[in-house]
């Protein structure tokens, strides 16, 4: 789950990071209000789950309250398209008022965990402002890891590490070694799978301030904060993944036209693979579950039925705990009930094979059966 810049700051202002003064405004009278409280300028941003806000005019400098209101107006209620949006843009429902900053020096620092080290790593820059992947292709040597081992926790020394690496003084040794503590401590106790601040800035006065943050919580670790839980805003993602995780399915829309439903992630990823082999795309990943039912197959497709670019509807399950037959009822089930049917692939291997194929043959779907991923290549390819 993603959080918005100010509640990503909120949370790691509680352990201790510097934030700017800032206040969330979701009218344009509210960010003149929130204006006149810093002074009068101030930076107006848009909040968007995305990067790449100031690129696509989501971030302006106000010269007053009334610019600042101006700026309030011209962004709430608009989608803001930037290079991580994707053309369809995200909606801006909210802007962060905050006070102007006189920067020195503009950092990167985050935490993320490292598959394969197994374990979290710090990754830090002197190049702010960027896009950590483009810096990471450019000029490797611009960017530091330094992996902490989980069983101790981020060390002193690694914090004075970082700070040397970035070159900065050396009064700024301890508060940059405790902002990495801070994060770390945030990152652990609410289960996150990223903590961005981009750009972690020197101010012209000698300190140390995190003018953006980005949080990520772990989707499967919500349940154990129902407070962050609450900070959730639906709004930001697509229609069609709130609904599955609602439902309890595992989805993710894609661009392509060939919607596919899998039992078992490996076996989604396979089958996304061979869609792409086959010179077609997939619409989606789509993992309804080792232990779903017939309602919940049948939720499934209508979900995938719902995204108008689905052509073709691939069913490609490996029956151990969920039956093909149980599989086969389920397809049928939202089949008959959809406005739309496009044609339908099904590959059905594992427990009750010829029952599921039985259910097939006597639904009256235009229904191709096959038995091999090559057949399933052959079949989707030719759409």
């Given at each position: 789950?993603?959080?918005?810049?100010?509640?990503?700051?909120?949370?790691?202002?509680?352990?201790?990071?510097?934030?700017?003064?800032?206040?969330?405004?979701?009218?344009?009278?509210?960010?003149?209000?929130?204006?006149?409280?810093?002074?009068?300028?101030?930076?107006?941003?848009?909040?968007?789950?995305?990067?790449?806000?100031?690129?696509?005019?989501?971030?302006?400098?106000?010269?007053?309250?009334?610019?600042?209101?101006?700026?309030?107006?011209?962004?709430?209620?608009?989608?803001?398209v930037t290079f991580q949006t994707g053309p369809q843009g995200a909606p801006v429902h909210q802007v962060l008022v905050e006070q102007t900053v006189d920067v020195e020096r503009e950092l990167y620092l985050s935490i993320t965990t490292d598959g394969g080290r197994k374990r979290p790593v710090v990754i830090a820059s002197t190049e702010g402002g960027m896009e950590i992947e483009e810096v990471a292709q450019k000029e490797p040597e611009k960017v530091l890891l330094e992996p902490i081992d989980?069983?101790?926790?981020?060390?002193?020394?690694?914090?004075?590490?970082?700070?040397?690496?970035?070159?900065?003084?050396?009064?700024?040794?301890?508060?940059?070694?405790?902002?990495?503590?801070?994060?770390?401590?945030?990152?652990?106790?609410?289960?996150?799978?990223?903590?961005?601040?981009?750009?972690?800035?020197?101010?012209?006065?000698?300190?140390?301030?995190?003018?953006?943050?980005?949080?990520?919580?772990?989707?499967?670790?919500?349940?154990?904060?129902?407070?962050?839980?609450?900070?959730?805003?639906?709004?930001?993602?697509?229609?069609?993944?709130?609904?599955?995780?609602?439902?309890?399915?595992?989805?993710?829309?894609?661009?392509?036209?060939?919607?596919?439903?899998?039992?078992?992630?490996?076996?989604?990823?396979?089958?996304?693979?061979?869609?792409?082999?086959?010179?077609?795309?997939?619409?989606?990943?789509?993992?309804?579950?080792?232990?779903?039912?017939?309602?919940?197959?049948?939720?499934?497709?209508?979900?995938?039925?719902?995204?108008?670019?689905?052509?073709?509807?691939?069913?490609?399950?490996?029956?151990?705990?969920?039956?093909?037959?149980?599989?086969?009822?389920?397809?049928?089930?939202?089949?008959?009930?959809?406005?739309?049917?496009?044609?339908?692939?099904?590959?059905?291997?594992?427990?009750?094979?010829?029952?599921?194929?039985?259910?097939?043959?006597?639904?009256?779907?235009?229904?191709?059966?096959?038995?091999?991923?090559?057949?399933?290549?052959?079949?989707?390819?030719?759409?």
């Amino acid at each position: 789950m993603k959080l918005h810049e100010y509640q990503a700051k909120a949370i790691l202002a509680t352990y201790g990071v510097p934030v700017p003064q800032s206040i969330v405004a979701g009218t344009s009278e509210e960010a003149k209000a929130a204006a006149e409280k810093l002074g009068g300028r101030a930076v107006v941003k848009a909040q968007v789950h995305a990067g790449g806000r100031g690129k696509a005019g989501g971030v302006k400098v106000s010269t007053n309250a009334g610019d600042a209101a101006a700026i309030a107006k011209a962004l709430i209620g608009t989608t803001l398209v930037t290079f991580q949006t994707g053309p369809q843009g995200a909606p801006v429902h909210q802007v962060l008022v905050e006070q102007t900053v006189d920067v020195e020096r503009e950092l990167y620092l985050s935490i993320t965990t490292d598959g394969g080290r197994k374990r979290p790593v710090v990754i830090a820059s002197t190049e702010g402002g960027m896009e950590i992947e483009e810096v990471a292709q450019k000029e490797p040597e611009k960017v530091l890891l330094e992996p902490i081992d989980p069983a101790i926790g981020v060390q002193p020394f690694q914090g004075r590490r970082i700070a040397y690496s970035l070159g900065l003084p050396a009064a700024l040794v301890r508060p940059l070694s405790d902002i990495v503590v801070a994060c770390y401590q945030a990152y652990m106790d609410k289960d996150c799978s990223l903590i961005e601040i981009n750009p972690l800035v020197v101010t012209k006065d000698g300190k140390l301030l995190a003018l953006d943050a980005k949080m990520t919580i772990d989707d499967d670790a919500m349940f154990r904060h129902p407070e962050e839980a609450k900070l959730r805003d639906t709004n930001q993602e697509d229609r069609l993944e709130v609904e599955a995780s609602e439902s309890g399915i595992a989805y993710v829309k894609l661009d392509g036209t060939v919607g596919c439903m899998v039992n078992g992630a490996g076996l989604a990823m396979a089958t996304m693979d061979t869609i792409k082999a086959a010179g077609a795309e997939p619409a989606n990943f789509l993992d309804v579950g080792g232990g779903a039912n017939e309602e919940k197959v049948a939720q499934a497709i209508t979900l995938m039925l719902s995204d108008p670019n689905v052509e073709t509807v691939l069913v490609n399950v490996f029956g151990g705990i969920l039956r093909c037959d149980v599989v086969a009822r389920g397809v049928v089930m939202a089949y008959k009930e959809a406005t739309r049917r496009p044609p339908l692939v099904a590959r059905l291997l594992g427990t009750n094979v010829p029952e599921g194929k039985a259910v097939f043959a006597e639904s009256g779907l235009n229904v191709k059966l096959v038995d091999t991923l090559q057949e399933v290549a052959q079949a989707v390819g030719s759409k």
